[in-house]
């Protein structure tokens, strides 16, 4: 078998599909994208894609190997991406000519559904107290939030109380065992994360999520000094060398890198493991579509530290459509008490709606980050 083609397509509302094909008519699908730089990812997908055509798509660790070290500038954002969506197409590839979900051939699983949590609020979090009934009238038992809106590095106490008061309406909405993650999404600076780390104490989080941006990891142990809540971080990291000082530093109790940015299943298993040494747990991000949810479900179904799952149902970005839009049987997640089932199915295990696909490519997107600013007039971090 040969690989003879690979092909992205840019849908609404913020993703890239990638299908690769063969000679001997199994096709596989991945996902690598850079939010905000669909188009980058594409070229970097086609570049990596001249030496793919014509090699035998099951060596995916000798593929894997050449794509990360051929080009001597590597990781990254860009790069580990297109790697990932290849990746994640090879195994869907491989799955499929056995006719075996891509966790079979890695081991088989260790659990048969994962637990899952769904986003409440939006980028700037309102009304979250109503929201959160909603989530748990559909049987999710646990959430994540985004904290603060724009917080300058030294900031007002009214906006940390705005985030307290959040937080305890959920709590009393909700009651004292929903699970409740905190982003802070890097938009909180060392001087405001200690504080609100330890403001947030009393209301038993799951997690707080990158309580500052991975480039200030130094501050890690300072701000822990304040809280006994989980630390989780990992969405900005890219490889298993990425995470080696994270969890050598000892600091971060949850690591979440994302199986469309951190080098597909191939890498992202092995920092899973990692994480295992260390005993420290896994949730993997995936706030994208259902190729990545597909992909991230095969990694749970191999990693004993993995306990939650992100899943981007119903989130604010997808206003035009939703995770499930682009797949022909959409119960194959099927949700149900807060948790999802692996896809047992070939592969992936999911069927894309390649029509459909094809039909909404032609529109595309041009999806960005928005561009905060404070009251000042300066760049705030998003």
Known sequence: MKITKLTTFQVPPRWLFLKIETDEGISGWGEPVVEGRADTVAAAVAELADYLIGKDPFRIEDHWTV???GGFYR???VH???IAGIDQALWDIKGRAFNVPVHELLGGRCRDRIRVYSWIGGDRPADTARAV???VDRGFTAIKMNATEELQYVDSHAKIDDVIARVAAIREEAGPYLGIGVDFHGRVHKPMAKVLAKELEPFDLMFI?????SEHLEDLPEITKHTSIPIALGERLFSRWDFKRVLEQ????IIQPDPSHSGGITETRKIAAMAEAYDVAVALHCPLGPIALAANLQLDALCYNAFIQEQSLGIHYNKTNDLLDYIVDPDV?????GHVDIPSGPGLGIEINEDYV???????HRWRNPVWRHRDGSFAEW
């Open 333 to 337: 997640f099927a949700y149900r008490d």
């Open 209 to 213: 999520e990158e309580p500052v941006l």
């Open 67 to 69: 794509m990360y070290r």
């Open 75 to 77: 990781g990254g954002a």
């Open 133 to 135: 009934r909603a989530v």
């Open 358 to 364: 094809r039909a909404r490519a032609a529109e595309g």
């Open 80 to 82: 580990m991406s297109a």
């Open 250 to 253: 000892g600091c971060v109790d």
